[in-house]
């Protein structure tokens, strides 16, 4: 009797936010400590690849939640890292090889509803959808193959291509995320990551600001410089701007959020309480090309809500936009000086910048626009940025169409861009306004700053992929 108790104890295990909130803390923790102590640094590297196996063997869908909670907060991956005969291995590579490695288990040994067949009959996926993500894997395969054929860097290709792989966590995601509940938890997770991913770009906002240790903000800068957490820039009135990648996390938490409260049940408080935070993380940021993000979202979703929508919703409108507006009268007033218009003036040499990147990227793509020069290509440009001021030579452009165009050509942009048409079709179909939105900003932000071409926005496209389609109510 007693173990027919713990079987349904088991089955019927809740997540919760307080169990999100633990593992972010003390991954966040661990990462800390492992900058002083390599051997933490180690030892938390190895014991989350371990309890993400564990979590894995126990429910397949928590180690994809563990994946995705782990975009939210860590920016490149390297939270915690392992280095290997030079090569730096991230946690986010590691996550991704245990889950990839359970999925081809179950697909050789299991076969639990894993063959394509089912997943496109039990899921509703759109053929067309599986085929044009084949079409560009085969075009990803063959830029790598262009680029080492050119004589193009190994580890430059290496770095060009490998965030693409991140594309097949599709195929775990749609085998394991299968109940509207796994998703509600899945969205649960991501809400709670970039909760906890705004308030800590607020803490580390004020504490820059107003902290009067130089030791500890150094040591603070530090970690998050030499862990590729964020990017702290000093600005003159004595505040700071506090940007890191995963901040585009911030903005699909806001859209996915608002679609939560607009077409379900949710508390004005809550509601309004998250909004505000998530409006400050991004406002702090200073990133420009997040709040163009922002803009082309929130007009998207308000846009369609209206036109859909059976009830009226203009009060949940001005509550969505007061809401976004007190967050950024809040930075406002605890910031020291106009960041805003310090983030101008700090904004030129960037714009600069790629302003340059346009000299030698566009006579490149004009000599060779259809299959591109393959993954790893360089480009050397005169840029006036302070800290390059002189030659500069890179594989990675700020375009980030215009970087897809230089590597893998227009014929492989367009079959990217098709892949996220049917997509789009799917989220239509299904009239999921949040998911639109979503990808309309994302499609903006990405002109600026790359992030179709990065896990981070592979990421959001597979949030976007399960937000597209139906799921059963129940296995």
Same mark, same amino acid.
């Not at 500069?392 to 098709?418: N, P, R």
């Given at each position: ?268 408080? #809550?509601?309004? /309480? @998250? ?5 400050? $993380?991004?406002?702090?940021? *200073?990133?420009? !090309? %997040? ?115 230089? #590597?893998?050509? /227009? @014929? ?5 861009? $098709?892949?996220?048409?049917? *997509?789009?079709? !799917? %989220? ?48």
């Amino acid at each position: 009797m007693s173990i027919v108790k713990n079987k349904l104890r088991i089955t019927s295990y809740e997540l919760r936010v307080t169990h999100i909130i633990y593992v972010a803390l003390t991954l966040l923790g661990l990462s800390f400590l492992g900058y002083f102590f390599s051997f933490v640094n180690s030892v938390g590297f190895f014991g989350f690849g371990l309890f993400c196996l564990v979590l894995g063997i126990w429910k397949r869908e928590y180690a994809l939640y563990l994946a995705f909670l782990e975009l939210c907060l860590g920016s490149f991956g390297y939270l915690l890292s392992f280095n290997a005969d030079g090569f730096n291995l991230s946690l986010r590579m590691l996550f991704f090889v245990v889950i990839m490695g359970l999925w081809l288990f179950d697909f050789f040994y299991q076969r639990k509803n894993i063959t394509e067949i089912s997943l496109l009959r039990r899921r509703g996926v759109r053929g067309d959808l599986i085929i044009m993500l084949a079409i560009f894997l085969f075009i990803w395969f063959f830029g790598i193959l262009q680029g080492y054929l050119r004589g193009h860097s190994i580890a430059n290709i290496f770095y060009d291509a490998n965030s693409y792989l991140y594309f097949l966590l599709l195929l775990p995601a749609l085998t394991y995320i299968n109940t509207k509940e796994k998703f509600k938890e899945l969205r649960k997770v991501v809400l709670t990551g970039a909760g906890i991913l705004a308030l800590g770009t607020i803490v580390i906002f004020l504490t820059f600001t107003y902290c009067k240790s130089p030791n500890f903000l150094e040591i603070l800068y530090k970690w998050l410089r030499d862990f590729r957490i964020a990017e702290i820039t000093s600005l003159d009135g004595g505040s700071y701007r506090i940007f890191l990648q995963s901040q585009i996390y911030l903005l699909a938490g806001l859209l996915i959020l608002s679609g939560k409260y607009f077409f379900e049940r949710m508390k004005f408080w #809550k509601y309004s /309480a @998250l909004t505000i935070i998530f409006s400050a $993380g991004i406002y702090i940021s *200073l990133s420009r !090309s %997040l709040w163009i993000g922002s803009v082309a979202g929130i007009i998207v979703f308000l846009t369609l809500t209206k036109l859909v929508a059976k009830k009226k919703v203009f009060r949940k409108s001005i509550t969505l936009i007061l809401s976004m507006l007190i967050g950024l009268l809040l930075v406002g007033l605890i910031a020291k000086g106009n960041i805003m218009s310090e983030r101008l003036k700090v904004g030129e040499s960037a714009s600069n910048t790629r302003i340059e990147q346009l000299v030698p990227l566009l006579p490149a793509i004009y000599k060779n626009p259809v299959f591109g020069y393959g993954f790893g290509k360089t480009l050397t440009f005169i840029s006036r940025d302070p800290r390059i001021n002189g030659e500069y030579t890179t594989h990675a452009f700020e375009w980030g169409y215009l970087d897809m165009i230089l #590597k893998f050509g /227009a @014929l492989g942009l367009l079959v990217y861009l $098709g892949f996220i048409s049917v *997509l789009l079709y !799917s %989220l239509i179909k299904n009239k999921n306004i949040a998911g639109i939105a979503l990808i309309a900003a994302l499609l903006s932000v990405h002109m600026f700053t790359p992030y179709l071409n990065h896990p981070l926005g592979i990421g959001i496209l597979l949030l976007t992929f399960l937000l597209g389609h139906d799921i059963t109510e129940k296995e």
